[in-house]
């Protein structure tokens, strides 16, 4: 069964730029269709980001639209997310998950993801 891993979290300071990755265990993102969450302290888990399991197709959620970009790396089995100029409220746990349900209207309801993994730690602070 599909485990999905993240890694690339860390410190940074405002302005500055991390690439965190999600990457298939126990199976393959190959084909999967892929979503980026965020839960900071206190509020509820965010939709960031989705990419297509062909990759035709991206979504950004508006906060992060022109600084962060979802892509596909097939040969390495992970989808990843570069976020740059990066901002003391981008800081939260950042989870990636398999969409397994619903369209592209709407691609980031949590409740059509099945697969989930454990969290990166974001944080941007100088």
């Known amino acids: 069964q599909l485990q999905l891993v993240e890694s690339g979290g860390g410190l940074v300071q405002p302005g500055g730029s991390l690439t965190l990755s999600c990457a298939g265990s126990k199976g393959t993102v190959n084909g999967a269709a892929i979503g980026w969450f965020r839960q900071a302290p206190g509020k509820e888990r965010e939709g960031v980001s989705y990419?297509?399991?062909?990759?035709?197709?991206?979504y950004y959620t508006t906060s992060v639209e022109g600084r962060f970009t979802i892509s596909r790396d097939n040969a390495e089995n992970v989808v990843r997310l570069q976020m740059n100029s990066l901002r003391p409220e981008d800081t939260a746990v950042y989870f990636c998950a398999r969409k397994v349900y619903g369209g592209i209207v709407d691609p980031l309801r949590p409740s059509d993801y099945d697969t989930w993994g454990q969290g990166t730690q974001v944080t941007v602070s100088s």
């Open positions: 990419i297509s399991g062909l990759g035709s197709v991206t």
